[in-house]
């Protein structure tokens, strides 16, 4: 099985099939050639004429929708296959989204594949796995609407005959200015066999009713479409419009949020390998007290934080990637913790490679400062560090619960005894 280094040396995290490692090296290659230098300015977003040219150009290249089955126009990789593509594709910041593997198109498009309709499939997942449009996810909301807490759930929707009726303002709503359609989540009342609860529908964003509130204007710029807010007046849509099951959305939008949370940390991961290479290169040439800076104990010690960092996120990325495979319930768990340590590894990455590489690092000559910006929000969005942890501590103390429960002993007891000598 031949093996392409990923940045710094360092090598993948897990062995994989040859036809995904011929994808990555693929997808290597086609960044570094193709996607790099066309890369705008820091700071500036990608223009979109220049964003499809690029795309048009990966489809030739046989590296488009790593994560998009076949039939749909894409490369097929299974969940436990991404992490490698992604993060190739993350090395550059528009890398991503020239390979329709960004945020929020990738998490929509993977829970259209598995939870769609026919129907549904036809209308939003083949032209959006085609590039030809964008979409959004509706869940934030204004305070004392959801956020952190998705329970907090404020929008409603309304059955009106066959079909329903949307009300709720929507807040961070990722890539909206550019969305044809955005996937809602509403509370619905209990009706018949469907429970009280939320729901998801899908709504074009042409729909009457439907309209883009103030922008939010963020650290980060490289997203398409912004993060706007979203408001739904009086917004009827038919109920072909429900995505999964009336009264089920919390749970059919696990099948989304788990691998979501996981393609985030692959494409950042990506990045900060990017920064880790600016660091080694500049350490590697510039000298300083007499001797090259990769040689000074104080820049090793920053370079090997940084190599750590990167091996255990690689680490627990593929973990987690193996077990959404078989255990999504388990890997939507694990997620919580892959996302809270990569989130804040690859900030302390990048955040490294800035200090390495001094003035420069903190200027427009070299991308670090704005990478930095980019992965800061990632420590918020998709549930902060903070929320993520306390649902954590959450889980192990109730699982301790449990297995003290089911017969394993209590440890909170010191025997006397045992101790003695």
């Given at each position: 099985m031949s093996g392409v280094p990923f940045a710094g040396g360092i090598g993948p995290g897990a062995s994989f099939p040859d036809e995904v490692q011929e994808l990555r090296a693929r997808t290597r290659n086609f960044i570094r050639s193709t996607v790099i230098p066309a890369e705008p300015r820091p700071g500036q977003a990608l223009n979109l004429a220049v964003r499809r040219e690029l795309s048009e150009a990966a489809k030739a290249a046989g590296v488009y929708a790593p994560h998009v089955s076949k039939d749909f126009g894409g490369q097929g990789l299974a969940v436990e296959h991404w992490s490698p593509v992604f993060q190739e594709a993350g090395y550059s910041p528009i890398g991503p989204a020239v390979l329709n593997c960004m945020a929020p198109d990738e998490g929509n498009m993977h829970m259209l594949h598995?939870?769609?309709?026919?129907?549904?499939?036809?209308?939003?997942?083949?032209?959006?796995?085609?590039?030809?449009?964008?979409?959004?996810?509706?869940?934030?909301?204004?305070?004392?609407?959801?956020?952190?807490?998705?329970?907090a759930l404020l929008t409603t929707a309304i059955r009106d005959g066959k079909g329903w009726v949307i009300n709720g303002r929507k807040r961070f709503t990722s890539g909206a200015t550019f969305a044809s359609f955005a996937i809602v989540m509403a509370r619905t009342a209990e009706s018949g066999t469907a429970p009280a609860g939320a729901t998801m529908f899908l709504v074009p964003m042409a729909t009457p009713g439907v309209s883009l509130g103030a922008p939010i204007h963020t650290m980060d710029k490289y997203l398409p479409g912004g993060h706007p807010h979203v408001d739904f007046d009086d917004v009827k849509v038919p109920a072909a419009a429900v995505l999964g099951e009336p009264g089920m959305g919390f749970k059919h939008a696990q099948v989304r949020l788990g691998p979501a949370r996981l393609t985030h940390c692959m494409r950042w991961l990506g990045l900060a390998r990017r920064a880790l290479d600016i660091a080694l290169d500049r350490t590697n040439s510039r000298e300083i007290f007499g001797t090259h800076i990769s040689q000074l104990g104080i820049a090793q010690d920053m370079i090997a934080q940084s190599v750590i960092d990167i091996e255990t996120s690689d680490a627990i990325i593929t973990q987690?990637?193996?077990?959404?495979?078989?255990?999504?319930?388990?890997?939507?768990?694990?997620?919580?913790?892959?996302?809270?340590?990569?989130?804040?590894?690859?900030?302390r990455i990048i955040d490294r490679a800035v200090q390495l590489c001094g003035g420069d690092g903190v200027s427009d000559g070299l991308p670090l400062a704005q990478y930095l910006n980019e992965?800061?929000?990632?420590?918020?969005?998709?549930?902060?560090?903070?929320?993520?942890?306390?649902?954590?501590?959450?889980?192990?103390?109730?699982a301790r619960r449990h297995a003290v429960e089911a017969g394993e002993p209590f440890q909170g007891t010191v025997n006397a005894d045992r101790w003695q000598r």
């Open positions: 598995l939870i769609g309709t026919a129907e549904q499939q036809r209308r939003y997942l083949a032209p959006l796995a085609a590039g030809e449009i964008s979409s959004c996810f509706a869940m934030s909301e204004p305070h004392p609407g959801a956020g952190s807490d998705p329970d987690c990637a193996a077990l959404l495979g078989v255990d999504p319930r388990s890997g939507s768990a694990l997620s919580s913790v892959t996302k809270v340590h990569c989130s804040e590894a690859v900030y992965v800061r929000p990632f420590r918020i969005y998709d549930g902060s560090t903070e929320t993520h942890k306390w649902a954590i501590a959450r889980r192990a103390s109730a």
